[in-house]
């Protein structure tokens, strides 16, 4: 059994209806259209049983739009009937290349734009839905997460927000703090780790790596991301090292503590093939910090692994950290916007999360188990073997 049809076994919650707000258009199309093929290839018995009324159709994506006035302020528009459907809402509140006009004057997007037009869709939806869930990769507010002193709780109070205006479920990955949840106890929320595609990406895009502990290493930068470096890691049958931060913490610099050094646990890199695992590249100072540790101690071709590729001050330090040969590649996922300009950068590999979307879609719209696709161990051996046989073959 292929693992679209998986889901096959029950009956759909409702009719599917994927609304990728503006932020999202080119994802939403990609998980849209996976979905259509996978329906279409099916011979389903029960598809012209009324359970399954609309459930095989050209598209789901349903067309919602959140037009401004000139002050500045919008209103959301949903342009369909969703009574009854089954709706998932996919939005990238990082994305700034989208603009719009203030009395004349042109503003880029903020996060706090989308997250206001995502409860202005979920608004003009009027209750209609039978269930709301939202997908949101970067999570919003996700790295003002805890109080420290006197400081807004901005992610839980979101999150909250949404709960209040009907949202069943919420998807995130790799939650800057999976603990956020707890602000929302009695609803679903799932973070997801894309492991599995960073190994894909990686033995897909560079045949010539030897993935063993000999030739191969996992580096976490930081103490906050053990948990990521340690999976990858085990499924691959490496060791992992960690870098952690000593911060000036009598300062504070572009609002957090600036860092005074970093300081390196775990074996020998030299040689190695070294990959360094992050959930996300902001300005890329850590990263590329690291890698110059890492180079130091005389680390072979470094891989830079993240699931959210921001590069908050441009591309300059990376094209020139890859010119001297510090770094040899750099994945981060297109669950965020990506510039044209690191798409055909030599040194990029693009992550498609797309079809992986489309899969906890296609299972949750028939109120399926997600486990395998949250916990993909299973999935990653079998990709390993396929490839494993392949090279050996």
Request: charged share 25%; with cysteine.
């Amino acid at each position: 059994m292929s693992q679209q049809d998986i889901a096959l076994e029950t009956i759909p919650v409702g009719t599917l209806g994927i609304i990728a707000l503006e932020s999202s258009k080119a994802l939403g199309q990609k998980v849209n259209d996976y979905i259509v093929q996978w329906r279409r290839e099916r011979e389903n018995e029960h598809k012209d049983n009324i359970a399954f009324a609309g459930y095989q159709r050209d598209s789901y994506l349903i067309e919602a739009s959140c037009p401004r006035f000139g002050t500045g302020e919008a209103k959301g528009i949903i342009r369909e009937s969703v009574r009854g459907d089954d709706l998932y809402l996919i939005v990238d509140v990082c994305n700034y290349s989208l603009t719009y006009t203030v009395c004349g004057h042109q503003n880029h997007m903020s996060p706090d734009d989308h997250f206001q037009d995502l409860k202005r869709v979920i608004a003009a939806l009027g209750g209609k839905a039978r269930r709301i869930t939202v997908i949101m990769p970067f999570l919003y507010e996700s790295r003002q997460h805890k109080r420290s002193s006197r400081e807004s709780l901005d992610c839980a109070i979101a999150l909250q927000e949404l709960v209040s205006m009907g949202v069943e479920g919420i998807i995130t990955f790799d939650a800057h703090d999976p603990r956020v949840q707890n602000a929302i106890p009695l609803k679903s929320f799932e973070t997801v780790q894309p492991i599995y595609q960073f190994i894909k990406a990686l033995l897909n895009n560079v045949p010539d790596l030897t993935v063993d502990a000999d030739h191969m290493m996992i580096i976490s930068p930081d103490e906050g991301g053990m948990n990521r470096a340690v999976y990858f890691a085990n499924v691959l049958g490496l060791d992992m090292g960690m870098f952690y931060k000593r911060r000036d913490y009598t300062r504070i610099v572009n609002g957090r503590n600036p860092i005074v050094a970093h300081e390196f646990l775990g074996s020998d890199v030299e040689g190695k093939d070294v990959v360094i695992i992050d959930d996300m590249i902001s300005s890329g100072d850590s990263m590329i910090d690291v890698a110059t540790e890492l180079k130091r101690r005389k680390a072979g071709r470094i891989f830079m692994c993240s699931t959210f590729g921001l590069f908050t001050n441009g591309l300059e330090r990376f094209d020139k950290a890859y010119e001297e040969g510090l770094i040899y590649r750099v994945l981060t996922t297109n669950l965020i916007y990506q510039p044209e300009e690191l798409l055909s950068k030599p040194y990029y590999i693009n992550v498609d999360m797309s079809k992986y979307i489309a899969l906890l879609i296609e299972a949750l719209n028939h109120d399926a188990s997600i486990s395998e696709y949250l916990s993909p161990t299973k999935r990653i051996q079998r990709f390993l073997n396929q490839y494993y046989n392949k090279k050996n073959g």
